[in-house]
C-alpha cells in the first residue's frame, strides 16, 4: 500500500496563479483532511471532509476550496494565489471523524511569487 | 478549547544520553494526545497515543510518554538517543468532536556525536 500520495512535490506559482493539490489514499479511509505547515506555527488545518460527499472549514480556509472527489481522492485548490500561501501542504487521511489517528502525506512544497 | 505548547523549540543531545521534550496541554475535555515525529522533507509520523488508557504509553523506536493529568503535561523521553532520532517532533491534542487535532509548533531535535 502506498498509504496518502500528494501531488506535485514541489511547485512554483506568480500571484494571481491557479492551480490544485492532488491528494489520495488508498487505506480505505472516511475522513480527509489538508494542512499548511508555516516555520514555528506546527500544522495548521485548512479543510477537512469527515466522510466522502461532505467537507467542513478548518482553521484557515480563506483563499482555498477543496473538492472530495471520491472516497480516496481529496484536493485542495487555490484560485488565486497569493504569497502569503506559501508554505508546505500535508493531507492526511483517518478511518473516521472520531478516529484520532491520522496518517500524513509526504507534503508539498509551494512557492508563490 | 484546546491549545499545546510545546516548551523548547529546540533541544540537543549528545548521543546516548536521555531525550525529554516537553509538552503541555490546555483541553475543555478528556483529551487524546500524541506525539507525531517529522523527518527532514518528510510527512509526519504517529509515534504514540494517549486514549485514557495506561497513563504511561510506549511508542517506536523506544519512545515514551507520560499523561499527568494533575500537571496537564505529556511528556516524550528515551532513553538514549541515537543520530537518527534528530527530527522535528510534534505534541498534538484532539478534545471534543471531530477529528481535529490541534498541533504544538514543534521541538527540534539535534543529537550531536
Known amino acids: 500500500n502506498a498509504g496518502v500520495t500528494q501531488t506535485p512535490k514541489f511547485q512554483v506559482l506568480k500571484t494571481g496563479q491557479s492551480m490544485t493539490l492532488q491528494c489520495a489514499q488508498d487505506?480505505?479511509?472516511?475522513?480527509m483532511y489538508w494542512y499548511r505547515q508555516d516555520p514555528g506555527m506546527g500544522l495548521r488545518l485548512i479543510y477537512y471532509s469527515a466522510s466522502e460527499g461532505t467537507t467542513d472549514k478548518g482553521e484557515v480556509p480563506n483563499g482555498y476550496n477543496v473538492s472530495r472527489l471520491n472516497k480516496r481522492e481529496f484536493s485542495l485548490r487555490l484560485e488565486s494565489a497569493a504569497p502569503s500561501q506559501t508554505s508546505v501542504y500535508f493531507c492526511?487521511?483517518?478511518?473516521?471523524?472520531?478516529?484520532?489517528?491520522?496518517?500524513f502525506g509526504p507534503g508539498t512544497r509551494l512557492t508563490v511569487t | 478549547a484546546q491549545s499545546v505548547t510545546q516548551l523548547d523549540s529546540h533541544v540537543s543531545v549528545s548521543e546516548g544520553t536521555p531525550v525529554l521534550l516537553r509538552c503541555n496541554y490546555s483541553s475543555s475535555y478528556s483529551p487524546s494526545l500524541f506525539w507525531y515525529v517529522q523527518h527532514p522533507n518528510k510527512g509526519l509520523q504517529l509515534l504514540l497515543k494517549y486514549t485514557s488508557a495506561a497513563t504511561l504509553v510506549k511508542g517506536i523506536n523506544g519512545f515514551e510518554a507520560e499523561f499527568k493529568k494533575s500537571e496537564t503535561s505529556f511528556h516524550l523521553t528515551k532513553p538514549s538517543a541515537h543520530m537518527s532520532d534528530a527530527a522535528e517532533y510534534f505534541c498534538v491534542v484532539n478534545a471534543g468532536t471531530a477529528s481535529k487535532l490541534t498541533f504544538g509548533t514543534g521541538t527540534r531535535l539535534q543529537v550531536t556525536l
Open positions: 487505506m480505505n479511509h472516511n475522513s
Open positions: 492526511a487521511s483517518s478511518e473516521a471523524a472520531d478516529s484520532y489517528e491520522q496518517y
